[in-house]
């Protein structure tokens, strides 16, 4: 039995189990791993796929990179090769991978060279994704096996590491994630001394080329370092490996805390080293680690230009597998330290301060700041690298968009001075200096709020001038009188400014906070709207007009059909609806459930971004999105706000189709219970009748001959008596189901009910039989416009009522009496009377009360009644009749319908 420390910890069970489901249907990553080109791995991968092949294993070439070296070019020969892509770019013709044919082809194994390469975006035809990895994580998801090949500079973990090393930045990466999930990895190593032999030789590049790539990267101490890179990578994922199976085992080593790593970055060319280093130290500590950009007032002055690097920082920092977080406050160390403290933080890395000298001493640094206030956590600082300035100019070699001055502002600054001078003239008979000077600070707080920094600080420039011009002996001129106002000029300057900064900056955050909070309550607001909504059209029409508010976009849901293809709405009635979205592209989303579109990993050059909504076991539909500025939805946490309200909308969608579902569900049992319970109800009216029919009927043909003809006829009468009553039954049934699928065309007629009533009595005069009758209706009934052989059927039913449910002789009558602007008409009986409850039920369909014995009938008698009469603007209830007996009693209105 095992101690209670060592079982094994539920919870990774139950993640290892899901893992291992999630890895069942999809194929197998085989990397051949190298310190640097011409190691040998492409060799040593079709010399693999060599030995696999004589097994009789079903593998292709789906691409090669011709590197025109003949011993690796022989090693093709014998294996299948799949047709390359041609792709016009630029004038050229180059031969790409071709991702569809491999996945027609399905075989078991592919080999696809150059794990790092880039596709043609800008090519004809345009590939699905921009980098190579994309398209084997999609063979990867179709049950396909891919062998495929990397350089350890291709980790863009490494990226800063080797461009410090060898001086050359590698532009083609891809994450580590890759490398840390693929299947097996296997290391292709050669000594340095081999390899420069084997360029010099010429069997990696022409003469020419090797001449180039020793005096630029193929060093003897560049080789030695990549070569150590990579055989620390291998390391690396031994001991990930080692620690994934110790997981498991409780009593394999001592449990810790595991650490978390926050990394500070911003704007400036040192962020993308910061984040690489904490993606190292990440993997060394196996901590988790998070990326936190700050907006500080500072900050939200930058030029668009250079706030918009903060996306490529963030979606770097995503693509390494970090969290993403955008914080804001009055100051980077503030905000930095209250996040590290709230997410338990242990280690906080940071850049080299910028500040020196006396810049640092007056303001300090953030990371001088952040060491300051470190309690609970470490502060690691990342020297900077040399080749990050010189790396970061190459990638933003763009000119800076110049941020626009609103010069009305400024006129307002200078306005606002004339205002408080003006002020100060009407107070200066009445009030000393120092209390005009308080209306000129007040003039910079004001000009502070509302049109921000720069008119505020010329505001307070402004308001000394003019105090000292306006108001100091001598008056009108610059000259200062008593050297003691000097003091006074720095004071009131250095006030105004302080006080016209921090309003200038309260006014920007409040700005921040205050789309921040219009954001949340917009997706508040769509989700109430939406979990108000019913139909799925009308759920689509709801998120479309939300998503197109906060996002300033053009927006629409494509939901898929019955054979799960999706179609553009019929009807885009708002404003914000997007009509040219691709379904090519949505519907590649809808069955990968993947997001693809612009800046993604799939088609990032298509204009409109499409969004799965839904799970991968419960596919909904897609958001397509097309921004009218593209950090609406390229900013990671926008991106985020957005999958979130993706998420309301396919819950909604969800939601909706139950809802449709279990009434469909509903409707279908109904139908079904009144299906059986009309053949129930039939088959037991049809039964007597049939049976009756067919004992006289046999009789009659069996014993005719020696029957009298009193008792021929009786049976014939039986027959026919019995016919009549199947006849009533069906026509009951077939009138009813009129009247509920409103077939019914009401032919209305000005009509007396006194002869509506004397028709119905002769047409069931011989059914009526001992029963007796009487006619009470008064001569002076005004005639109610009516359909005559409906209201005929509703006083026949009354009638059928009472010689099925009263005894022989039991008496009947019929009155009607005139109530505003109806006339009620009432069928009384003296009869045992109506089932104790059942007022209301009777008028069901096929409900023929407790007792009601063999009497035949569907029980859609009163339910035929009820029809007609409320067809006809009326109502019909049923109650008990004084005295004893039951009393029926129906209205009609006396307008004419619609008069």
């Known amino acids: 039995m095992l101690k209670s420390g060592m079982r094994p910890d539920p919870d990774q069970l139950l993640a290892a189990v899901n893992a291992e489901e999630a890895r069942a249907g999809r194929g197998k990553l085989r990397i051949f791993f190298g310190g640097s080109a011409g190691v040998g791995k492409t060799y040593a991968m079709l010399e693999a796929a060599h030995r696999v092949h004589e097994t009789g294993a079903d593998l292709v070439l789906g691409y090669i990179q011709p590197h025109g070296r003949t011993e690796t070019d022989n090693l093709r020969e014998g294996l299948e090769q799949l047709p390359t892509l041609p792709v016009r770019y630029r004038g050229l013709v180059r031969q790409e991978f071709d991702l569809d044919a491999a996945l027609k082809r399905r075989p078991a194994i592919a080999l696809v060279d150059e794990l790092a390469h880039s596709n043609l975006i800008e090519g004809e035809p345009p590939p699905r994704h921009a980098k190579r990895w994309q398209d084997i994580e999609e063979l990867l998801e179709a049950g396909i096996n891919v062998w495929t090949t990397v350089n350890v500079q291709h980790l863009e973990s490494l990226n800063d590491l080797v461009a410090q090393i060898t001086g050359v930045r590698q532009r083609e990466t891809i994450p580590d994630r890759i490398f840390d999930e693929a299947d097996e990895v296997e290391l292709i190593d050669l000594p340095p001394d081999d390899l420069l032999a084997r360029l010099q030789a010429g069997l990696i590049y022409l003469p020419e080329e090797a001449r180039t790539a020793v005096d630029r990267f193929f060093r003897k101490s560049n080789l030695i370092a990549l070569r150590e890179l990579a055989l620390r990578r291998m390391a690396d994922r031994v001991d990930a490996s080692a620690q994934a199976t110790a997981s498991l085992d409780r009593a394999s080593r001592a449990w810790m805390a595991r650490d978390r790593l926050l990394v500070a970055v911003g704007p400036d060319e040192q962020a993308e080293q910061l984040v690489r280093a904490g993606k190292r130290m990440a993997d060394a500590l196996d901590a988790a680690w998070s990326v936190v950009y700050v907006e500080t007032p500072e900050l939200l002055r930058l030029s668009q230009h250079q706030r918009n690097r903060r996306i490529d920082i963030l979606r770097l920092a995503e693509s390494l597998g970090a969290e993403t977080v955008t914080l804001d406050g009055p100051t980077a ?236 709405p019929h009807d885009l009635p708002e404003s914000g609806s997007l009509r040219s ?234 009155s009607a009496v005139v109530r505003d602007d109806v006339v009620a008409v009432t069928c009384d009986d003296a009869g045992p009377g109506l089932p104790p409850g059942e007022n209301h039920r009777l008028f069901d369909k096929f409900h023929r009360g407790n007792d009601e014995g063999a009497t035949v009938g569907a029980g859609l008698g009163l339910a035929i009644c009820r029809a007609i009469v409320r067809a006809h603007g009326g109502d019909i209830t049923a109650g008990e009749r004084p005295g004893g007996g039951a009393r029926f009693v129906f209205t009609l209105p006396l307008k004419e319908e619609g008069s």
């Open 581 to 814: 979205a691709d379904l090519s592209i949505a519907q590649w989303v809808l069955d990968h459930g993947r997001r693809a579109g612009l800046d993604s990993d799939t088609l990032p050059a298509a204009p409109a971004l499409y969004l799965p909504l839904g799970s991968e076991q419960q596919k909904l539909g897609v958001l397509a999105v097309l921004p009218q500025n593209r950090r609406r939805v390229l900013l990671p946490e926008q991106r985020r706000l957005l999958e979130t309200f993706a998420a309301q909308i396919g819950l909604a969608v969800e939601r909706g189709k139950l809802a449709e579902a279990a009434e469909s569900s509903r409707v279908a049992a109904e139908t079904e219970s009144l299906r059986n319970t009309l053949l129930a109800s039939i088959s037991h009216d049809l039964r007597t009748p049939l049976a009756v029919i067919a004992g006289a009927s046999s009789t009659l043909a069996e014993h005719g001959e020696g029957l009298d003809a009193a008792a021929r006829r009786k049976l014939a009468l039986s027959i026919e008596s019995k016919a009549r009553d199947m006849t009533d039954v069906v026509a009951n049934v077939l009138d009813l189901m009129r009247f509920e699928a409103g077939h019914v065309v009401l032919r209305r007629e000005w009509e007396t009910l006194d002869d509506l009533l004397g028709t119905a009595l002769r047409r069931m005069q011989e059914r009526l039989g001992a029963h007796r009758v009487t006619s009470q209706l008064s001569a002076d009934l005004p005639p109610v416009c009516v359909d005559a052989s409906l209201i005929v059927q509703v006083f026949i039913n009354l009638l059928d009522n009472v010689v099925k449910y009263t005894p022989p002789g039991t008496p009947a009558a019929i």
């Open 333 to 568: 160390a503030e905000a930095l330290s209250g996040y590290a403290e709230t997410r338990n933080a242990t280690r906080l890395i940071v850049g080299t301060p910028k500040r020196r000298g006396w810049r640092a001493w007056l303001r300090p640094s953030t990371t001088t700041a952040l060491a300051r206030k470190a309690k609970a956590f470490d502060v690691i600082v990342i020297a900077p690298a040399e080749t990050s300035k010189r790396a970061t100019a190459d990638r933003n070699d763009a000119p800076a968009i110049a941020v626009p001055i609103h010069w009305d502002r400024y006129a307002w600054a200078l306005a606002t001075t004339l205002i408080c001078t003006l002020v100060g003239f009407a107070m200066q008979e009445s009030f000393e200096a120092a209390n005009i000077v308080m209306i000129y600070v007040l003039g910079a707080t004001v000009a502070g709020v509302r049109f921000g920094r720069g008119p505020a600080v010329l505001t307070a420039i402004a308001n000394v001038v003019a105090f000292d011009f306006c108001f100091v002996p001598p008056h009108f001129t610059f000259s200062v009188a008593d050297a003691q106002y000097v003091v006074t000029f720095v004071v009131m300057l250095v006030v105004t400014l302080v006080i016209a900064n921090l309003m200038a900056s309260v006014r920007q955050q409040t700005r921040v906070a205050g789309a921040r909070e219009r954001r949340t309550y917009l997706l508040y607001a769509m989700s109430r709207e939406l979990a108000a909504t019913r139909g799925i059209a009308e759920l689509a029409r709801v998120a479309v007009r939300h998503v197109a508010e906060v996002f300033q976009c053009q927006a629409v849901v494509l939901l898929p059909d019955a054979s799960g293809k999706l179609r553009q």
